[in-house]
């Protein structure tokens, strides 16, 4: 991988974090008094924004964490999930709010909005920091969205190459070698 240790600057922190904090804003107006409020962080990748964004929140809400792994991404396409960890408490009748860093092919949080629309949430929306528009296999709602990318290899905000540059405190592209 070339420019491993500064990768080129896609988004800048000031950028996200003024995201981040318009995420903040929109969600505690649009949560005031609606009950119960649970982001859900999807592993790793969303824990970066998970922390800004819920220490940024003005309205009462509880964090939670899914993990799930993905097969076939990118080579083969097969689109199916795989379940490792699920959130520890029952989200019926809760405001739900799933976290996420990134939305390739769609085919992770299509499968967690299923999901969780069967635990019956009281609601159930999605906030995405990055977006590649053109790599969508599935249709997937976004309530809030950071940013549409290009279809480049991002690091950094909790995004990795190989585990690598996941903090990174902007999103940075990296060419892989081969
Ligand atoms: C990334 C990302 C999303 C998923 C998006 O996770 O965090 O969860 O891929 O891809 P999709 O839209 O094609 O389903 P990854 O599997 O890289 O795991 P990580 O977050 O632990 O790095």
Not at 53 to 80: D, K, N, Q, W
Not at 124 to 153: H, M, N
């Amino acid at each position: 991988m070339t420019n491993n240790l500064m990768p080129e600057v896609l988004i800048s922190e000031d950028e996200i974090l003024h995201r981040v904090d318009q995420f903040a804003e929109q969600i505690s107006t649009e949560y005031k008094d609606k009950g119960e409020l649970v982001l859900v962080g999807v592993l790793k990748g969303a824990f970066i924004l998970l922390a800004d964004l819920s220490r940024r929140l003005t309205v009462p809400h509880r964090v939670e964490f899914i993990a799930v792994s993905s097969y076939g991404r990118s080579s083969t396409s097969t689109g199916a999930v795989r379940m490792l960890m699920d959130v520890r408490e029952d989200i019926k009748d809760k405001n739900v709010v799933i976290v996420e860093d990134i939305i390739d092919t769609g085919h992770t949080l299509h499968y967690l909005i299923s999901l969780f629309e069967n635990r019956a949430p009281a609601s159930l929306r999605t906030c995405v920091l990055v977006r590649k528009a053109s790599r969508a296999e599935v249709d997937v709602e976004v309530d809030y969205l950071g940013f549409d990318i290009p279809d480049v290899w991002v690091v950094g905000y909790g995004l990795d190459f190989a585990e690598r540059s996941r903090t990174l405190p902007y999103i940075g592209v990296v060419t892989p070698d081969n």
